[in-house]
């Protein structure tokens, strides 16, 4: 009950710090900047909920079972992109999936920063990615215990993550470590066809 109401009221101040914390880039479109923030908690929360199955396992995580607890995150990351016009990606330094490395000098940046301050969860920039200019939300990942059965120690690793990544970089972490960071690009473009839509 404590997470859930603790994720309510981040969420509630994210949104919030969107609106007044960064408000030449609220004013242009809040509601698809908050509805960014507040589909990104979701996802998080999906992410930590079904990590919790991995805390108490009496078995080792199997590649079985990273399809029921990370790949509905991939699915789920995917589905907001296609469904808003968006670009949600996980990124992290020490990566295990190379697609999820930094993809420009920002994103490595905003791990920088996340990396510099802990208390700091989210934040957006202004910038162009991929020859479109935009906005983009970055928000931060936290290890949490659940996550050391296929992110602790190097030697512990589960077999199949051993046979499947061999340059694995996702490892050594404890709890509270910054794991990565989800990065949220909304192209003006989108953000415009939003806004026009809603003043018809």
């Given at each position: 009950?404590?997470r859930?109401?603790s994720k309510v009221?981040?969420?509630?101040?994210?949104?919030?710090?969107?609106v007044?914390g960064y408000p030449t880039?609220?004013?242009a479109q809040?509601?698809?900047?908050?509805?960014a923030?507040?589909?990104?908690?979701n996802?998080d929360a999906?992410r930590s909920?079904?990590?919790?199955y991995l805390?108490?396992?009496?078995?080792?995580p199997?590649?079985?079972?990273?399809k029921?607890?990370?790949?509905p995150?991939?699915m789920?990351?995917?589905?907001?992109?296609?469904e808003?016009?968006w670009?949600?990606k996980q990124?992290?330094?020490?990566?295990?999936?190379?697609a999820?490395?930094?993809d420009?000098?920002?994103a490595?940046?905003?791990?920088s920063?996340?990396?510099?301050?802990?208390?700091l969860?989210?934040f957006w920039?202004k910038?162009?990615l991929?020859?479109?200019?935009?906005t983009?939300?970055?928000?931060?990942?936290?290890v949490?215990?659940?996550?050391?059965?296929c992110h602790?120690?190097?030697?512990?690793?589960?077999?199949f993550?051993?046979?499947?990544?061999?340059?694995?970089?996702?490892y050594?972490?404890q709890?509270?470590?910054?794991?990565?960071?989800y990065a949220v690009?909304?192209?003006?473009?989108?953000?415009?066809?939003v806004?026009a839509?809603l003043?018809?």
């Amino acid at each position: 009950m404590f997470r859930i109401l603790s994720k309510v009221i981040l969420s509630f101040s994210l949104i919030m710090l969107v609106v007044l914390g960064y408000p030449t880039i609220a004013q242009a479109q809040p509601a698809q900047l908050a509805k960014a923030v507040q589909e990104i908690e979701n996802l998080d929360a999906m992410r930590s909920g079904l990590a919790d199955y991995l805390e108490d396992a009496p078995e080792p995580p199997t590649a079985e079972t990273m399809k029921q607890v990370c790949k509905p995150v991939g699915m789920k990351a995917m589905q907001l992109s296609k469904e808003n016009g968006w670009q949600v990606k996980q990124i992290a330094k020490k990566y295990r999936n190379p697609a999820h490395q930094p993809d420009n000098l920002e994103a490595s940046n905003a791990l920088s920063t996340f990396e510099q301050a802990p208390e700091l969860m989210g934040f957006w920039e202004k910038e162009t990615l991929n020859d479109q200019a935009g906005t983009r939300y970055y928000r931060r990942i936290n290890v949490e215990a659940s996550c050391l059965a296929c992110h602790g120690l190097k030697d512990n690793r589960p077999q199949f993550v051993k046979d499947n990544y061999p340059q694995d970089l996702a490892y050594n972490f404890q709890v509270g470590d910054l794991r990565g960071m989800y990065a949220v690009f909304i192209p003006d473009a989108v953000q415009q066809s939003v806004q026009a839509a809603l003043d018809d």
